[in-house]
């Protein structure tokens, strides 16, 4: 699976942005999907998954009520809507891909995107 993640910026804080990670070589509708993002100096840590049908959703508390991640099967992507943000969510976002179901978990994802930028200003 090769993951593609595009739509950071450069944002002002309470602004919003949307990120998208686009899918390819394996059937993307069987693989739950996540959101990670990794700050300089610390850890990378998880923000939101989708599983494969989109019943299910989980998000970290930090952006629970400002993030929504979505999925749309027909054209393998998945989205995140990032709302009200704040200078703490500078990071560079990744996207995962799970064929074992949807998990906080980095060591669940498989398949990883190559990142894309986040800054919000404060």
């Known amino acids: 699976v090769q993951l593609q993640a595009s739509g950071g910026g450069l944002v002002q804080a309470g602004g919003s942005l949307r990120l998208s990670c686009a899918a390819s070589?394996?059937?993307?509708?069987?693989?739950?999907m996540g959101w990670f993002r990794q700050a300089p100096g610390k850890e990378r840590e998880f923000v939101a998954a989708?599983?494969?049908?989109?019943?299910?959703?989980f998000y970290a508390d930090s952006v629970k009520g400002r993030f929504t991640i979505s999925r749309d099967n027909a054209k393998n992507t998945v989205y995140l809507q990032m709302n009200t943000l704040e200078p703490e969510d500078t990071a560079l976002y990744y996207c995962?891909?799970?064929?074992?179901?949807?998990?906080?978990?980095?060591?669940?994802?498989?398949?990883w995107g190559q990142g894309t930028l986040v800054t919000v200003s404060s």
């Open positions: 989708v599983s494969w049908s989109a019943y299910s959703k």
């Open positions: 995962a891909a799970s064929a074992y179901g949807i998990s906080r978990s980095l060591v669940s994802y498989d398949y």
């Open positions: 070589g394996r059937t993307f509708g069987s693989l739950a």
